[in-house]
């Protein structure tokens, strides 16, 4: 098991910035792809970022490229979100997420895990972008 806790989400004004962190314990977190997800109000869970074990290869959604940033801290069983320039389309819950495998799943739902994927969440963190 991993267990998984987001912190620093909150109100901002459009432009602003934030970082979120996820505080992972349990299993070797270390060797798990580390992952941003979001869902808005009325829509999906959606992928945001990931970063893989050693921090070698990242992925982000087109949305937010150029704008966040994931890394992680190995040494402290954390990854974090440097969210910039942000807009009111940003605002959602943001979940932390631990998978096993890279690259990633991106989709939420998840659709028929395997039984060699390992597959947990954090319980998210709000973040409200003002105009």
């Known amino acids: 098991q991993v267990q998984l806790v987001e912190s620093g989400g909150g109100l901002v004004q459009a432009g602003e910035s934030l970082r979120l962190s996820c505080a992972a314990s349990?299993?070797?977190?270390?060797?798990?792809?580390a992952s941003w997800f979001r869902q808005a109000p009325g829509k999906n869970r959606e992928f945001v970022a990931a970063?893989?074990?050693?921090?070698?290869?990242?992925d982000y959604a087109a949305s937010v490229k150029g704008r966040f940033t994931i890394s992680r801290d190995n040494t402290k069983n954390a990854v974090y979100l440097q969210m910039n320039s942000l807009k009111p389309e940003d605002t959602a819950v943001y979940y932390c997420?631990?998978?096993?495998?890279?690259?990633?799943?991106?989709?939420?739902?998840?659709?028929?895990?395997?039984?060699?994927?390992?597959?947990?969440w954090g319980q998210g963190t709000q973040v409200t972008v003002s105009s």
């Open positions: 970063i893989s074990w050693s921090g070698g290869s990242t």
């Open positions: 997420n631990a998978f096993n495998i890279w690259p990633p799943r991106y989709e939420f739902p998840r659709e028929r895990l395997q039984d060699y994927e390992y597959d947990y």
């Open positions: 349990g299993r070797t977190f270390s060797l798990f792809t």
